[in-house]
């Protein structure tokens, strides 16, 4: 077994095949090499049942290490797509390029108990239909219904694509993995898996807003299942692309304009489209956190220049400025640009909320007081030094108060 944080394999080598089973997520860190690193196999099965969410950037890796696998194998089969890789083999044009589809998981949902469930459906020539017979429910015997749309779910399987499998690997797919895998059903297998929220048992260890964004996706990734995906629409390499820049720069307003304008040209999907649109909120929040912690570390540092710019960039990403004001006016102080020092106390003294002897109030109204006096204006100065020096017994400034107050009687 191969973990490598979001996912895991299992394989078996047996002759010339490489089976491997994924399980959990497709994101930025899926790597080729620890696949190929799992045997010699020339024809390798990649079984996607277990695979819970894909992310945008996970399409992109994705997409590169198919057409990377297409060079060194002779034939990269898909069984069992879990119903995250369905929507994307339907709504990203190149997804199952350089592989075949041999069959995909169809969410199917008993109204009768609300309990749904996943049945693997075989593609063939003529590409792939609902079994004939209907599908009871395991856990109360109703007709459970298929919960997709036929027409865009089947979409991407045309009978032109089609190829037959090699004889030793379709009898591998039917002995080792039917048997392996599910139960012994010809047609038909079942398996009753509730939905079940892959993250629960890392809660505690992610940050609470990178959660919160990880839970929308995750949320999104499950709702996409139910929408509608067209047949002949889908996103562009050079689109996908182009979107990654935007992210890996920050910029994400423009990279959620090319959502907005990609849906309205009728490229992207909806469902696709509001998964990207959670990526990019995900994204910026775990930016907003990291830029901050970095703005706080270079001030430890006493790298105030370089300070102001990380502040100024986890601005421009949503934190909240008000308890930064003052941190930024340090930095400008130490920098000896008095002015903007001055500016920025203000605003962090106009805008603080909490108690007033806290650290940095006080601080705050000294040093204002401290700039007024060099700029010869005593009268606003006198005030605010009266309250460091009489109002705010805590204060370190205190006595440094006082005697600026006695130096201008
Ligand atoms: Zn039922």
Same mark, same amino acid.
């Given at each position: ?68 696998? #297409? ?11 879990? +119903? @995250? *890789? &369905?929507?994307?083999?339907? =709504? %990203? /044009? ?101 939905? #079940? ?11 609470? +807003? @990178? *959660? &919160?964004?990880?839970?929308? =996706? %995750? /949320? ?190």
């Amino acid at each position: 077994m191969v973990e490598n944080g979001t996912l895991r394999m299992e394989s078996v080598s047996r002759g010339p095949i490489l089976y491997v089973r994924l399980y959990g997520a497709i994101d930025e860190t899926f790597d080729v090499s620890e696949i190929l690193n799992l045997g010699e196999g020339k024809d390798l099965i990649l079984n996607l049942k277990s695979v819970t969410r894909i992310s945008s950037f996970g399409v992109r890796e994705w997409v590169k290490a198919m057409a990377r696998l #297409a060079t060194i194998k002779n034939r990269v089969v898909l069984v069992d797509c879990s +119903p @995250v *890789l &369905v929507v994307n083999l339907n =709504a %990203v /044009a190149n997804f199952s390029d350089h592989c075949d589809v041999v069959s995909i998981q169809a969410p199917y949902y008993c109204d009768a108990c609300d309990w749904d469930t996943e049945v693997t459906l075989a593609i063939n020539d003529k590409g792939v239909t609902l079994p004939d017979k209907p599908v009871p429910c395991r856990r109360c015997g109703a007709n459970m219904k298929f919960d997709e749309v036929e027409q865009s779910y089947f979409g991407f399987a045309s009978p032109d694509r089609f190829r037959p499998l090699d004889p030793h690997i379709s009898d591998f797919i039917d002995s080792y993995l039917r048997a392996g895998d599910t139960e012994k059903a010809p047609t038909v297998a079942t398996t009753q898996v509730r939905r #079940a929220f892959p993250w629960a048992h890392r809660w505690r260890q992610i940050p609470r +807003p @990178v *959660l &919160v964004g990880i839970a929308s =996706a %995750v /949320a999104l990734a499950l709702l996409i299942v139910t929408l509608v995906v067209t047949k002949n629409t889908g996103i562009s390499a050079e689109a996908l692309d182009a979107y990654h820049k935007r992210l890996a720069g920050h910029d994400y307003p423009a990279a959620l304009a090319m959502v907005d304008k990609m849906q309205k040209d009728g490229t992207l999907p909806p469902a696709l489209g509001d998964q990207m649109r959670a990526e990019v909120e995900t994204r910026k929040i775990a930016a907003r956190g990291a830029t901050l912690a970095k703005a706080e570390d270079l001030f430890e540092r006493k790298q105030y220049e370089e300070a102001l710019k990380t502040f100024d960039e986890t601005i421009s990403l949503g934190t909240d400025p008000k308890p930064l004001f003052f941190t930024i006016a340090e930095c400008h102080r130490r920098l000896g640009k008095p002015d903007l020092a001055f500016k920025n106390y203000v605003l962090f003294t106009d805008s603080f909320e909490g108690d007033k002897g806290d650290k940095g109030f006080d601080d705050a109204l000294y040093w204002q007081g401290d700039y007024l006096i060099k700029q010869g204006r005593l009268e606003e100065a006198r005030p605010l030094l009266e309250r460091v020096a009489k109002e705010l017994p805590r204060s370190n400034f205190k006595r440094s108060a006082a005697r600026l107050l006695e130096s201008i009687e």
